[in-house]
């Protein structure tokens, strides 16, 4: 069942049984509604799959961005009711909202990649045959740009503009442009040129990256060839897809970069998410942005 016609199906239920005023209605299916893109945007789970930890994450980029204590406790509550709800339906076996408390607690922030451990990770593809100039291209071009994994495989050939340095991404219906460094756009090339007309298996393939088969790379693939070149580096840390993308928008802020630049190249529709990306710069950095951001 999709989350669109689950969270269709509570809303009736909220009118028709619950009897529930057009404030709380309105304030329930909005925290939902945000909560539901934030998963989707950041952990790629949907609404059925959630756990608690994805909860007091998101509980977390709230609180980071501001929120008061008053809207905490309705975004927790809004939560409860609804998950509560679906075990009622037998939709899912426990209340992962059960346990949340809109105080503050302890929670570990993801772990990102130092400069040094990205070019490590970025050595290992050799560029001595197509497969490895395939698989340096992509890590190149997700650490370049931050993008997601499935944006990384869902990309085709003509998302590409190499002579304006930027690819072109589709997420939830919005489009936008993200810009490459130098060397990604030269291994891109390299790849587009030279490698990519060998490996796909006929020229309908509109996929920009293919697996050996010559069909679009999967996200399961991408997954192993990450694991790979982890093992081979020797970094004892798990690197995930989503750990690149953590790393790219950290080391922009650490380098100057405004949120809302970083906002626009993740896609990320409110800025309460980018916030969140604030906790794992250095405390000076932190300390620059909210005293100089006119709305920190």
């Not at 269709?8 to 909220?14: F, P, T």
């Not at 204590?69 to 059960?98: C, M």
């Not at 190149?140 to 002579?163: K, Q």
């Amino acid at each position: 069942m999709q989350s669109v016609e689950i969270l269709e199906q509570y809303k009736s239920y909220l009118i028709r049984e619950r009897s529930a005023s057009e404030n709380t209605l309105a304030s329930y299916m909005r925290d939902l509604r945000q909560l539901q893109e934030y998963l989707v945007s950041e952990t790629e789970v949907e609404l059925l799959n959630v756990t608690s930890d994805d909860l007091q994450q998101y509980l977390d980029v709230l609180r980071t961005a501001g929120k008061s204590v008053s809207t905490l406790a309705r975004n927790v509550a809004s939560w409860k009711n609804f998950y509560q709800y679906l075990v009622s339906r037998e939709l899912i076996e426990n209340n992962p909202a059960k346990t949340l408390s809109a105080g503050k607690t302890e929670h570990k922030l993801p772990e990102i990649l130092t400069s040094r451990e990205v070019e490590l990770l970025l050595q290992q593809p050799k560029t001595t045959d197509d497969k490895g100039i395939r698989d340096k291209a992509m890590l190149e071009l997700m650490y370049a740009t931050g993008i997601r994994v499935t944006e990384l495989v869902d990309l085709n050939l003509s998302d590409v503009n190499l002579s304006a340095g930027n690819i072109r991404c589709f997420s939830k219906n919005r489009e936008r442009f993200i810009p490459m460094y130098p060397y990604a756009q030269t291994i891109l090339r390299e790849y587009i040129d030279h490698v990519r007309p060998r490996m796909i298996s006929s020229d309908d393939v509109e996929a920009l990256f293919v697996n050996v088969q010559g069909e679009r790379m999967s996200r399961q693939g991408f997954w192993k060839l990450i694991k790979y070149y982890q093992n081979k580096a020797k970094i004892k840390k798990e690197i995930t897809p989503h750990m690149l993308r953590h790393s790219f928008a950290t080391h922009l802020l650490e380098n100057g970069a405004d949120l809302r630049s970083v906002q626009k190249m993740l896609g990320h529709s409110d800025i309460s998410s980018t916030l969140f990306y604030t906790q794992l710069v250095p405390n000076s950095i932190r300390e620059v942005y909210q005293h100089s951001h006119p709305r920190a």
